[in-house]
């Protein structure tokens, strides 16, 4: 027998080898969890790739983001319907070495949530989804399945004074949305989601259920923008709502190259952080996908959506006070009430959409694309010579790819909590936040888009924030550091991207989840590590 045959025979046997033990591993697993489960409907809540309503689940993950792709995929998808049955999935996954991958919604940028190189399962929360408001003391429980979107329309149900402060895609699970941080609308005048949130339901790597008392500050500090996944599966929230006029004022205006939009955008950072609490200015910097009979041609467009908590006579009244230069006239605007602002901000509705759309757990448009975020923060503003870059730049953008850049200021609410008050770290100092956002239409146009976006990020490198350049967590990016799939990450590999999102704090979080899952039950490419011992 030839050194390449017995090379060939030993591929082979070690490869059916490892597939049947890794089956034997799978079976074990699945064995164990239907045992502990044995008083539900297993069928209902367990589906591997011999039920149909597998591939229904599996193929949903990807319906907002189609770069997002796995070459291992889940040996289970679990769907429980209470507490229990999760920690029956931890038991079992401790007892057979089955990582796991927890998701409660959808906008997971890079897919941690339902992607693994290693064998996996993931435990889908979208059955615990109920929401529980009282009026009386302002608060609601929220399970972490459900949509930023149905809880919106459960507190307006409940209430036209009241709200809360969140993203603007419903689409977006609260699990994940709350515990990185969630900057939104209202951020300027009431803070992030996280800086709202009171109690939390959790159930750790032992599979004791714990709320803000059992689980003691430290390890509800860490939740609180930290990444809920590294310390546990969070099953519910407990947040504070706030008082809001019955009536909003909002606008949507939009300036070319051509109507002066550079000087704008240029004037934009010198005031976007000092406007009144009740006025959040955001802009996006938008080229859309250049058009077949154009080409080399883009459209550069600079995009004020704007909240204001107030009356439209007030509004113009500011922006005649801190932003003159854009023009802005009553007939731009439009008084709503909080609710209605939800569908006008979110671009997948068209105006005089039903609030009753946000009941949808399918929120996503039909328009399948690819899609790379990044952040940034900046602390000074962009020159115009900067800003100029940056068009020349989106002119290099290949045919069928499109690229936003939304600014999102800070200041407000946002900058008057310490950076240390909860594990979200980017407070004062900061002007506004920036999330890049690509995407095209065709998978093989994905090198040359991701390669753009990455040059784009380089050269934004001297207008930023430095030592760390600084990240924000729920707009997750893998270009800027990754865990070893094995688990066993040092700190010093872990802090490289660690101290980008949540810069001083990523030690306390390191001490935590030490404390808390020294073995690293919870984990993936950017979790908390332990330290090693």
């Not at 093989?444 to 350049?469: C, G, H, I, Q």
Request: proline share 3%.
């Amino acid at each position: 027998m030839t050194k390449f045959t017995i090379f060939v025979f030993l591929s082979i046997w070690f490869s059916s080898s490892y597939s049947w033990a890794n089956k034997t591993h799978i079976d074990d697993f699945l064995q164990c969890l239907s045992h502990k489960i044995t008083n539900s409907n297993s069928s209902q809540v367990i589906h591997t790739p011999e039920n149909s309503s597998y591939f229904t689940l599996f193929n949903s993950f990807f319906s907002d983001n189609q770069r997002i792709t796995s070459d291992v995929k889940p040996s289970i998808i679990f769907t429980p319907t209470k507490e229990s049955q999760i920690k029956a999935a931890i038991h079992c996954s401790k007892m057979h070495g089955l990582q796991i991958r927890i998701r409660s919604g959808g906008h997971d940028h890079e897919g941690l949530s339902y992607t693994s190189e290693t064998s996996f399962f993931i435990i889908d929360l979208r059955n615990l989804r109920s929401i529980s408001i009282d009026i009386q003391k302002k608060t609601a429980w929220v399970q972490a399945g459900a949509t930023i979107g149905e809880v919106y329309y459960r507190i307006a149900q409940k209430s036209k004074k009241l709200a809360f402060p969140a993203g603007v895609c419903p689409n977006v699970g609260v699990g994940g949305h709350f515990s990185g941080g969630g900057y939104g609308m209202l951020a300027w005048k009431f803070g992030t989601a996280a800086d709202n949130i009171i109690d939390a339901k959790l159930i750790d790597a032992n599979g004791q259920i714990l709320d803000r008392e059992s689980m003691g500050e430290d390890h509800f500090w860490a939740i609180r923008g930290g990444g809920g996944t590294s310390f546990g599966i969070i099953t519910s929230w407990k947040v504070k709502l706030h008082d809001i006029p019955e009536k909003v004022t909002v606008f949507n205006v939009t300036r070319t190259l051509e109507q002066n939009a550079t000087q704008l955008v240029y004037k934009w950072q010198h005031i976007a952080d000092k406007v009144d609490d009740n006025l959040l200015l955001r802009l996006f910097l938008r080229s859309n996908i250049s058009s077949p009979f154009k080409r080399g041609q883009r459209s550069i467009q600079a995009i004020f959506f704007t909240m204001f908590v107030g009356g439209v006579d007030e509004l113009l009244h500011e922006m005649k006070k801190s932003f003159p230069e854009l023009g802005l006239m009553k007939e731009d605007c439009t008084e709503t009430s909080w609710i209605e602002s939800i569908i006008f901000f979110y671009i997948g509705f068209p105006k005089g959409t039903s609030p009753d759309v946000l009941l949808n757990w399918n929120t996503t448009t039909e328009k399948q694309l690819y899609f790379k975020g990044k952040s940034d923060y900046v602390q000074h503003p962009i020159s115009i010579k900067g800003l100029e870059g940056i068009w020349k730049l989106y002119n290099k953008l290949g045919e069928n790819a499109g690229v936003e850049l939304q600014f999102s200021p800070y200041g407000g609410k946002l900058s008057e909590i310490s950076e240390s008050e909860t594990p979200f770290p980017h407070r004062a100092g900061n002007i506004f936040m920036i999330e890049y956002a690509a995407f095209w239409m065709k998978m093989e146009n994905s090198k040359r888009s991701l390669d753009w976006s990455r040059k784009l990020y380089r050269y934004m490198a001297k207008y930023v924030s430095k030592s760390p350049r600084a990240a924000y967590f729920n707009y997750r990016d893998l270009d800027i550091g990754v865990n070893n799939i094995n688990g066993n990450t040092s700190y010093e590999q872990a802090r490289i991207w660690g101290v980008k999102y949540f810069k001083n704090n990523f030690d306390r979080l390191v001490k935590i989840k030490t404390k808390i899952d020294p073995t690293n039950i919870f984990r993936n490419e950017q979790s908390i590590p332990p330290l090693l011992s």
